[in-house]
């Protein structure tokens, strides 16, 4: 798979699409969103997104808009949107006849940054979280910054908490840009050698371990405790400020259980309190975090907390299994800040 960091996608993609035979090409776009270059040139599909919509019911729409264009085996699909759109516009692909090629142009920051990269498609199953899905990479990947400009600012927000935790996870350089770069302004241009950045460390991660049995866990950092706190909202919470919180509390015990430095919690706790606000969470609820933490599907033994956390930045250490006491303390720091 490559990457493109693209000021102009129509440019970027032509030759791409020119390796298929015209009629082979369909595009699946998140219906609130535009691309008449795209959508009036090729048959077209728009679907709105919501994690509802994230169902076998939408994949199935999907194949039989593939089925009607006759698209056969040598065929593409163009996913333009968010995350919904490119994880269930990969699966779709992904399956289509044992699988066709699919683009992935990626319209928000969380997808430019995190769900349009690394292969996992999918998915929610009986109301699991992308608990049906498969590893398959799209062929391309397009990041332009155009998408960003129409983006509301908790989205951006989102995207940014997951740029946060890869600059924490991978070198000092890069979470010193990050803390750097102004958030009032929300300046799309400046932020794609930093997003740049991230989708190249994400890729270098999941290059050495495609289908995470062990090293891709560095990319968990800030998951353990922002999964819980993202279920326990029912999803009201955007993802990416789930994860900032998370951080906060795994950072916590990353200072009290491998001696990391203060700094950069102290750091992203400033950050936090400044754009995402605290998180609400009443006191009765934080033992049902720890109950949900206990559940986590990336745990390897049944009620073992199970984190990722950094000895300093850019020094993450998976596999750190902390006590129920443990998680109740993080918790009780992030709800006191
Ligand atoms: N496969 C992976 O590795 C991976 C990683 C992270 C997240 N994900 C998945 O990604 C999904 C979340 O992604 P998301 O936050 O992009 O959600 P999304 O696709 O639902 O998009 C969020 C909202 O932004 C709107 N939108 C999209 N592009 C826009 C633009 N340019 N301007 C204005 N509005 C725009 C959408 O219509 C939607 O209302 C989840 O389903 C999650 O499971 C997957």
Redesign the pocket.
Known sequence: MSKMMCADIIKALQPIVARYEAEQVGVLI?A??ECDVLTSRFPTLRME???ER?SLEKVEQIWDFLFAQGITRRGLLICI???????IGGFAAATYKRGIDYINIP??L??MI??S??G???INYHGL??SVGCFAPPVETLISPQ??K???AA?WL?GFGEMLKTGLISQPALWHQLLQYDLEVMDSEALMPLIEQCVACKESIVAADPKETGPRKVLNFGHTFGHALEELSLDAM??GYAVVYGLIAELYLSVTNLGCPKEPLQQLTQLMLHYYGRPQCKCSEREQLVRLMQQDKKNERTAEINCTLIREVGMPVINQVITPAEALEALEYLFSL
């Open positions: 998140d609130a969103l997104v919501s994690e994230k949107g968010g995350g919904v759109i490119t994880d319209t928000t969380l997808a995190d769900a990269s690394g996992k498609t999918g979280k992308n998408w960003l129409t983006l509301p989205q989102s955007p993802h």
